[in-house]
């Protein structure tokens, strides 16, 4: 199905972050002199503050380019500023699902020989995204409350009987949820999509009552650190920090879906063709190298050996794609971009009824 109630989600705001989100504020984009300035979008906190230093910094000793930093990068604003006919961002690190499901319309296609699609794992790139880095929805538990006898499967986040306690998620269907509960399910891992949404529903209704929806990642985080939850399953930065902050989680390395973040460039970026330049700058090894090594995620190109970044021990516990961990599925971009809309207004109904 069409995402005909899409623009219901930007007019709401409804984002779906790959890292923690932050506040702040910017300027507008482009200069009136000669002197190159690229603004660029993103969730603020942390995370922006990492692609300043492993994306930006180096493009700026390359070329010169400086950047204007803003915050959020909100697809509402993306789509006021289109219709407006003033956009000011030039790229926006946000959902690969917007650009997706208004590719040449609010989204610039990637139409540039800068970008070469087979140096990305298949069906992570797309006409108007390519993913800048990689990583998981992470299950993980706090192993205070299991000390003898944890987890080891994907099917335990369904077993309140025998793991009883809280578990928390992010309050968006594509938090990994879903295809979590077809395997626990019994659905084989080639045949979750197209996803059976009356299956996987019919499987959440057996843990609802043991559900906590976070409304931000910020909030996952503060509650495993005050113990509201024994499991969690949350993107990979998100796990890190929360470690990090003295929550004892421990992941399990079963069935973990995995997704990309992307950088995007809105419809009528005033520097388009500098900004194809710093998007084929970002995915290069040296810079994926680089900032996987800042933020624990994964490198969005298979050609960049994992084991050579220098990873911290957490950064090491929470990456799902180094050797050993268990099962992986690449969440699939087309349905996710084609359903997305109605599968929301389901997720809502469900949790309220």
Partial sequence: MRNKRLPALLAGALLVATAACGGGGGGGGGSASTEKVL?????????????????????????????????PAEPAQVKAMVAAGNTTWDL?????????????????????????????????????FVPTYR??????????????????????????????????????PKNGLLEAALIADGVPIDKIYPLDVDR?????????????????????????????????????????????SGANLKPVWDFTTTDIGALVIPKGAPHKELAFQALAFVTEPEQARA?????????????????????????????????????LLEQNKEWWIKNTDALVERWTRWKVS
Wanted: glycine share 6%; net charge neutral.
């Fill in 39 to 71: 603004t660029w979008a993103s969730t603020g906190g942390q995370f922006q503050e990492d692609e300043k230093k492993g994306l930006q910094e180096p493009f700026t000793a390359k070329t010169g380019t400086k950047f204007v930093n803003v915050s």
């Fill in 92 to 128: 926006a690190n946000m959902s690969w699902i917007y650009a997706g499901a208004y590719c040449g319309q609010l989204f610039e296609k990637l139409d540039t020989p800068l970008i070469d699609r087979s140096k990305f794992p298949p069906g992570t790139t797309h006409d108007c």
């Fill in 135 to 172: 990583y998981a929805n992470v299950f993980s538990y706090n192993a205070d409350d299991y000390p003898k006898d944890p987890p080891t499967k994907i099917e335990d986040f369904f077993d309140t009987k025998r793991f009883p306690g809280k578990r928390i998620v992010q309050d968006y």
């Fill in 200 to 244: 996987a529903f019919r499987k959440l209704d057996t843990i609802k009552d043991s559900l906590i929806f976070a409304p931000s990642y910020g909030a996952v985080q503060q509650m495993l650190v005050d113990r509201q939850a024994s499991m969690v399953m949350t993107v990979t930065a998100r796990s890190i920090v929360t470690k990090q």
């Fill in 291 to 327: 900032y996987a090594q800042l933020t624990g995620i994964a490198p969005a190109r298979p050609d960049v050996d994992i084991s050579t970044i220098k990873y911290t021990d957490v950064q090491k516990e929470f990456n799902a794609f180094l050797p050993d961990r268990g099962r």
